[in-house]
């Protein structure tokens, strides 16, 4: 089945500073791609989404990357905040049904 | 936004014992959805449900689970009887689509199978 890999698993950031979280899938046959955040001890919110006719995708701080030649995504958060702190988590689902593959998330802790 | 909510937050249940976990989804949601994540590990697909019935599972869906929504109520998932191996947090999720749609996540249930 599909495999999703995250990296790096965990970064430490000053305030101010951007981020780049990487993502890779297996499956080719996968065509949806959402993101999501999980704060200490809250549940996984969504945050944004990419689709596999799409290359670039941007909302306020994020803008996420999607190469299908490469299966590759990457998430770029500018200017982070120390809200931003929590684990991201990439996922991949195909287009017959909605069951996402998770990777194992990156954690992401922004300093003041 | 939606909210999604699970009760009870924590189960704690003696190995062999039944355990349900209750899910509330929002409100004008068709699909639903449990994750399985065992700490440390990623977090995985276990059954997606539909108008009464069960679309697809995953390996890790043992015969010992079961999911049902009577009447509109709870999204529950029972597990009968319980092994050790069931410990872990419990995600339930729902989404008003079914293809490409967005998952809304409750905070989760930690079960502890002792």
């Known amino acids: 089945g599909e495999q999703v890999e995250q990296l790096p698993s965990s970064l430490i950031v000053q305030e101010g500073a951007s981020v780049l979280i990487n993502c890779s899938y297996t499956d080719s046959a996968s065509v949806y791609f959402p993101w999501y955040k999980q704060e200490p001890g809250k549940r996984l919110q969504f945050i944004i989404d990419?689709?596999?006719?799409?290359e670039r995708k941007q909302t306020q701080r994020l803008t996420l990357l999607f190469d299908k030649k490469t299966k590759h995504l990457s998430l770029h958060i500018t200017a982070t905040q120390p809200g931003d702190s929590a684990i991201y988590f990439c996922?991949?689902?195909?287009?017959?049904?909605?069951?996402?593959?998770f990777g194992d998330g990156t954690q992401l802790v922004v300093k003041p | 936004g939606p909210k999604v909510l699970q009760i009870p937050s924590h189960q704690i249940i003696d190995m062999g014992q039944m355990v349900t976990l209750n899910c509330d989804p929002v409100?004008?949601?068709?699909?639903f959805y449990w994750y399985k994540q065992i700490l440390g590990q990623q977090m995985e697909f276990l059954v997606n449900f539909y108008n009464g019935k069960v679309m697809e599972k995953s390996k890790l869906f043992k015969d010992q689970f079961s999911v049902e929504r009577p009447d509109g109520s709870y999204f529950t998932l029972k597990i009968q009887p319980t092994a050790l191996e069931d410990s872990a947090v419990y995600f339930c999720?729902?989404?008003?689509?079914?293809?490409?749609?967005?998952?809304?996540f409750g905070a989760g249930t930690r079960l502890s199978v002792l």
């Open positions: 990419i689709r596999s006719n799409m």
């Open positions: 409100s004008n949601h068709l699909y």
């Open positions: 996922s991949a689902s195909i287009n017959s049904n909605n069951r996402i593959f």
């Open positions: 999720a729902s989404s008003s689509g079914q293809y490409q749609n967005t998952l809304y």
